[in-house]
């Protein structure tokens, strides 16, 4: 079993930045994927970013790319997101997931364990 905590939401203006914090729990961190999702109010819940298990490789959705970085610290069992130049669009509830495997993956279907999620609100 794995549980997973973010942390670091919160209401920022347009323009400004965050960063998000998922400590995971569990012996497994550091062979999995990580990834970030969210979901905006009506809207179901969308990809954002993955790394995989050694942090070597990253992709984001196209819609976050060069404004956001994920990283891992395996020592630290702890996934971050940082975000930059967040836009109102940006507004949604994130989660961290627990990878299936070791790799980048898209789908939520490839992650098995999921945090409670943090808000991000941004004001224009």
């Known amino acids: 079993q794995v549980q997973l905590e973010e942390s670091g939401g919160g209401l920022v203006q347009a323009g400004g930045s965050l960063a998000l914090t998922c400590a995971a729990s569990?012996?497994?961190?550091?062979?999995?994927?990580m990834g970030w999702f969210r979901q905006a109010p009506g809207k179901e819940r969308e990809f954002v970013s993955t790394?995989?298990?050694?942090?070597?490789?990253?992709n984001y959705a196209d819609s976050v790319k060069g404004r956001f970085t994920i990283s891992r610290d395996n020592a630290k069992n702890t996934v971050y997101l940082q975000m930059n130049s967040l836009k109102p669009e940006d507004t949604a509830v994130y989660y961290c997931?627990?990878?299936?495997?070791?790799?980048?993956?898209?789908?939520?279907?490839?992650?098995?364990?999921w945090g409670q999620g943090t808000q991000v609100t941004v004001s224009s």
């Open positions: 569990g012996s497994t961190f550091s062979s999995r994927a």
């Open positions: 997931a627990f990878g299936r495997y070791s790799g980048v993956y898209y789908r939520a279907g490839d992650y098995n364990y």
């Open positions: 790394i995989n298990w050694s942090g070597s490789t990253t």
